[in-house]
């Protein structure tokens, strides 16, 4: 007979999903009210209030999209996307490569801005395609490269997308609430996140804004938006401010409770205590993973805290070295991806996993494991050099 479900507890230190802290799950488990009640409304609103504090925007049309990041990035391309725009598409990993195809799926044409994984968005590139062609409706980037741990500068990108008089689209799924991100001050039209990297709530949710001139774009729409659950337009009903709400889906009424309280432990922290908090413990983790003889694939200038890609020793079996962290530890930490596939670890330290205990216990995890597979490592060093990091 099947019986109900009990997940192992485990420390998630990949691309997330991240630990979710025990006081978010709390928020999950509480009653089931309906998704018009007045006092659902309110937190809502509470909801939008504090997703804007987080993308440091006062955009009006700032609201979490009822499904994972992949839709966050389909609401931006399926509304501002018409048949036949041209919009630049930079690509230095996985998710750039989604944002064409979106471009492609709504009938637009993707002009592809093209780097090497584990390098950022080269700005000067951006600018001579914006050069070349005349008529690019919007630059579409990410912030935050998972797949390979790159930080690219978004104000630059936004900042040059204006100057052409297009409009900037952006992912941070994974930068939102781990590295400095400042919607109005740099200029970002549309922008996504996810909630399960560094908010650190249950995945399932995506949180997006849109500025006055996004919404100009999306009012003067010559067509329909080909999709009827992400159509701005219609969802605005709903989470657009005001008593009068008109239902449009039924909001998962529990995984919002979760978002509220992981956004109010935001608040709490302050967002630039928790920009602050990631870099502390990369610098301690990095420190630990150097003194072992690991190296970092990312150049220092643009590496991630919150997404550390870890070039793996010659010799050792990756599958079976993740699969000793998960079996002995509970620990899982990400596989490279593409052409990184085997040669990289992708070690998250997001949210509620970025902490001093988390950056120890891998640490340890690693350097037991490696030695066990005869990897020639610094042993009994890790530990010593993470903690003088602290210091
Ligand atoms: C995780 C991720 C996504 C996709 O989010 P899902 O919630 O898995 O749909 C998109 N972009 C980036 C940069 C991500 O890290």
Redesign the pocket.
Known sequence: MIRSFNPPVRTLMG??PSDVSPRVLAAMSRPTIGHLDPQFIQMMDEIKQMLKYAFQTENELTMPVSA???AG?EACFVNLVEPGDKVIVCQNGV?GGRMKENVERFGGVAVMVEDAWGTPVDVAKVKAALEQHGDIKAVAF?H???STGVRSDAQAICALARDYGCLSIV?A??SLGGIELKVDEWGIDAIYS?T??CLSAP?GI?PVSFGERAIEVIQARKTLVPSWFLDKKLVMGYWGGGAKRAYHHTAPVNTLYALHESLVMLQDEGLENAWARHDRHHQALKAGLEAMGLGLLVDEACRLPQLNSVLIPDGVDDAALRSQLLNDYSLEIGAGLGALAGKTWRIGLMGAACTQRNVMLCLTALENSLVSQGIAINTGVAGAAATAAYR
């Open positions: 691309p997330g994972p990041g992949s990035m998710f990410v935050a490269e998972t992912d799924v994974t996810g399960q990297k995945p995506s």
